[in-house]
């Protein structure tokens, strides 16, 4: 088991390194790798030599990490290729098929000679002294110096671009890997389809996004039934008993709806067009694969980017939390044996998180000790369903609502470390506790770059940089298993 393992590993790692890095390093990917690999192998090693049964000691775990991450930087930056014109062309494009996939590129009439003096018009020195201007096929991209904040060079530019050029383009201001913000002008797709259609694009679907709802409430009825022990031959016998399975149901569907209309109604507290959230009915594992908006224009700022991307996780959460607490009170306490588990509702250790450790004492009481574990009531299940999903979307990587987040805050260039070392973190966490494995996997074919907003540059308020450092606690104390100390003085 621990040969595939690690082959395994290896194999998810040296896909990830190559690519992600890879074009923009000269080191060798190999060795990018090994030193990745290192603190896996030095466990692996530990495991062969006295058995999974004694566990390593942690200095064994964190000392290498710490190392090999430190190495690993400094191997990237030794070998980092010099910025080029193409490192820093923008990803407004990109940006555009996002919001809209299914779309056709729409063709813009180009800026012409005779226009370029109108376009450096909209330059002021004394905003932004316009140094440079390149001509691509789908983009203009006018480079220079910043003379002024960020946010009022990017209103009156974008004041200026559409006094002159009315609705033809889309004003982008993004930070290129050399440091220096640079503005783009890239077709306003939207606007040319609403004019050739004569009226704006219907979004909203509300019967799709109704009969969604009740093929989940379906679905995840069933599993709730099968949680709550319910067998198929008692259903086709008494089909009344189906009806055991609704709180299950109703509680995480509770828990993704509102986690979804805090993203939808942020979107359109800023203007953003967004779609009704659809639900994902299954029939199997969970009964549903969750719930998701699509915003189908672009977002204003990294102020707009951060408020809508927390809106749902802060949403789901506080839903999670009254839903969970109630839940484990009328649980039973049964004892701790070799089946108990993360992802066991049967008996479940609430020690694998911090958090849940923490609420299963307040909501038990003393009834918790260390040698119990948790049968969770159908309410339970859901409201600690609740709680992984409010953790796999905190996770800092690429367009998950972390990712949003940690861009929102630091910017792009910090987002995409921050997300690396986010994944190589998690990874080394499904060492201990295996059930992370197959998250980490997923989060290593997640691009780490996110789509940028209209003004990518100007920074948040300090206000939402703690707001933002308390969800990434948030993070850490859901996934990250309660320490000894703590358990001895929880008495659990």
Not at 261 to 280: D, M, N, V, W
Not at 355 to 380: F, M, N, Q, W, Y
Not at 386 to 392: C, D, E, M, R, S
Request: glycine share 6%; net charge positive; aromatic share 8%.
């Amino acid at each position: 088991m621990t040969f595939w393992f690690l082959l395994l590993l290896g194999l998810a790692t040296y896909l990830m390194v190559q690519r992600s890095v890879a074009n923009i390093t000269r080191t060798p990917v190999w060795l990018l790798w090994l030193v990745l690999m290192t603190p896996a192998l030095l466990l692996s090693g530990w495991t062969l030599m006295y058995g999974a049964k004694q566990p390593p000691p942690p200095s064994l775990i964190v000392w290498p990490s710490i190392f090999c991450l430190l190495l690993y930087w400094l191997l990237f930056q030794l070998g980092r290729r010099a910025p080029r014109d193409t490192q820093t062309e923008p990803q407004a494009p990109e940006s555009q098929s996002a919001i809209n996939p299914t779309a056709e590129p729409v063709l813009v009439r180009p800026i012409e000679p005779t226009e370029e003096t109108q376009l450096r018009n909209c330059f002021p020195w004394s905003v932004y002294y316009i140094q440079n201007i390149e001509y691509r096929p789908q983009a203009v991209i006018c480079r220079g110096q910043l003379r002024t904040t960020p946010s009022r060079a990017y209103q009156q530019i974008k004041a200026n671009v559409e006094k002159e050029f009315g609705d033809r383009f889309l004003v982008i201001f993004q930070e290129g890997l050399n440091g220096k913000p640079f503005f783009v002008l890239v077709p306003n797709t939207q606007a040319v389809r609403e004019a050739n259609a004569g009226k704006p694009e219907k979004l909203t679907r509300p019967g799709l996004a109704l009969l969604l709802v009740l093929a989940t409430l379906v679905t995840t009825t069933l599993v709730g039934a099968r949680t709550a022990g319910i067998e198929i031959t008692q259903l086709q016998s008494d089909p009344t008993v189906l009806l055991q399975g609704l709180p299950y149901a109703v509680g995480l569907m509770t828990i993704l709806g509102i986690h979804e209309l805090g993203h939808y109604l942020t979107a359109r507290f800023y203007k953003i067009r967004s779609t009704l959230p659809y639900f994902i009915p299954m029939p199997f594992f969970l009964g549903t694969f969750g719930a998701f908006i699509q915003m189908r224009s672009p977002v204003p700022n990294r102020k707009a980017l951060f408020d809508v991307s927390i809106a749902g996780p802060i949403a789901g959460f506080i839903t999670t939390l009254p839903l969970l607490i109630w839940g484990l009170a009328n649980s039973d306490v049964v004892p701790l044996t070799e089946k108990t588990g993360l992802l066991n509702p049967d008996a479940l250790n609430p020690k694998y998180s911090i958090l849940l450790a923490l609420l299963s004492k307040l909501a038990l009481g003393s009834e918790l000790t260390a040698r119990s574990a948790i049968d969770l009531h159908p309410v339970a299940v859901a409201g600690f369903l609740g709680l992984i999903v409010t953790a796999l979307n905190l996770m800092p990587v690429g367009q998950l609502d972390g990712g949003h987040i940690v861009h929102a805050m630091f910017g792009q260039r910090t987002a995409i470390a921050i997300g690396q070392i986010s994944r190589l973190l998690l990874l080394l966490l499904s060492l201990v506790q295996p059930e992370f494995f197959v998250w980490a996997i997923i989060l290593l074919f997640i691009p780490l770059i996110d789509e940028p907003a209209l003004n990518d540059v100007t920074e948040l308020n300090n206000g939402r940089d703690i707001l933002g450092l308390i969800a990434m606690a948030l993070l850490v104390m859901i996934v990250l298993p309660l320490p000894q100390a703590i358990a001895r003085l929880l008495q659990i």
